[in-house]
Nanobody, 119 residues
């Protein structure tokens, strides 16, 4: 059974810091690209950051320089260090694992963790 469980969300003031974690099991973690996505109320889910094993992180322009994605293949976990948080970062943050096998994409999603940036 595949599981992805996000944690670390919460309420933080503008300019604050949070570290999200995603614990995974049930699939070959190091063979998957790990992403973070987010969805704000009334908006579409949007890409935040991505990291493949041995690869270079990719970030959306809105978070580049403020967020850092990392992964620990020995623990099958992925992290998102978020600094200089802004109200616009308020959203539910989702962990996503995916890989391409030929033409077929396999995708796994977590349930999300709420991040609220507010005074």
């Amino acid at each position: 059974q595949v599981t992805l469980v996000e944690s670390g969300g919460g309420l933080v003031k503008p300019g604050g810091t949070l570290r999200l974690s995603c614990a995974t099991s049930g699939f070959l973690f190091n063979a998957y690209v790990m992403d973070w996505w987010r969805q704000a109320p009334g908006k579409k889910r949007e890409f935040v950051a991505s990291l493949m094993t041995g690869g270079t992180p990719n970030y959306d322009d809105s978070v580049r320089g403020r967020f850092i994605i990392s992964r620990d293949n020995t623990k099958a976990m992925v992290y998102l260090q978020m600094t200089s948080l802004e109200a616009e970062d308020t959203a539910v943050y989702f962990c996503n694992a995916w890989q391409m096998q030929g033409q077929m994409q396999t995708n796994y999603w977590g349930q999300g963790t709420q991040v609220t940036v507010s005074t």
